[in-house]
C-alpha cells in the first residue's frame, strides 16, 4: 500500500473506529482546503507507533503491544502482520518533509511490517519473564504492507525493530505499566 490508499470511512463508521476516521476526515479536510487556498499541505500517516513515552499515559499503539506482553493466562492470541515504527523516526519524517524544498503530498512512514510472533520474539529475548501468548493463530486474509519508498526517497532513514521494542518496553517499564 502507497500514498494513494486511504483508510475506508464506511469500515472506520461500522466498527466504531473513531480515531482512525477522525484522523481520515481531517487529513481529507486539509487537502480540500489546501486545494481551494492554493497553501502547500505535506502529509505524513504513520501506522502502529512505537518508542519511548513521553508520558506516563498509554497511546493506542503502545496499548496494542502492552496487550501482547500482559497476557496473564491467554492461551493463542491473533498472529497478523503490522506495519510499525518508532516515534522517534516520525519526528525524523516530519522534520525531513518541512525542511525539503521538494516535499510534496502525503508520505506513508512505515519502518517494518512484521508478524505480531516476530514483535512478540524480540521482546521475549530482552525480557523473558514477562507473560506471553501460549501461541499465535495465523490470520486468513489480506495482509497489507505499506511502504515507505517516497519518503526513503526524500531522504528518511529509521531504526532497527530491536532498538524500537527495546526501548518501548524499557519506557513502559520506567513508567510503571509493566513490571
Not at 487556498?37 to 503491544?65: E, H
Not at 492461551?75 to 521538494?102: C, H, I, T, W
Amino acid at each position: 500500500m502507497d500514498e494513494h490508499c486511504w483508510s475506508d470511512e464506511e469500515y472506520c463508521r461500522a466498527t466504531e473506529s473513531w480515531y482512525c476516521l477522525s484522523k481520515t476526515l481531517a487529513e481529507r479536510e486539509a487537502w480540500a482546503y489546501a486545494e481551494k487556498t492554493g497553501l502547500d499541505v505535506v502529509t505524513v500517516c504513520p501506522p502502529l507507533v512505537f518508542g519511548p513515552l513521553l508520558q506516563p499515559t498509554v497511546n493506542t499503539s503502545s496499548l496494542f503491544l502492552i496487550r501482547y506482553l500482559k497476557c496473564d493466562g491467554v492461551d493463542a492470541m491473533d498472529d497478523g502482520v503490522r506495519n510499525m515504527v518508532d516515534v522517534r523516526d516520525v519526528a525524523d519524517a516530519l522534520m525531513l518533509a518541512y525542511k525539503s524544498p521538494e516535499a510534496a503530498g502525503r508520505y506513508i512512514c512505515s519502518a517494518h511490517a512484521r508478524k505480531v510472533s516476530e514483535m512478540v520474539s524480540v521482546v521475549r529475548s530482552l525480557h523473558p519473564n514477562l507473560n506471553y501468548p501460549n501461541e499465535f493463530v495465523q490470520l486468513v486474509g489480506d495482509e497489507k504492507v505499506f511502504s515507505s519508498e517516497k519518503l526513503q526517497r526524500l531522504g528518511w532513514k529509521f531504526r532497527m525493530l530491536e532498538e524500537t521494542m527495546k526501548d518501548s518496553v524499557e519506557s513502559y517499564m520506567s513508567a510503571g505499566i509493566l513490571s
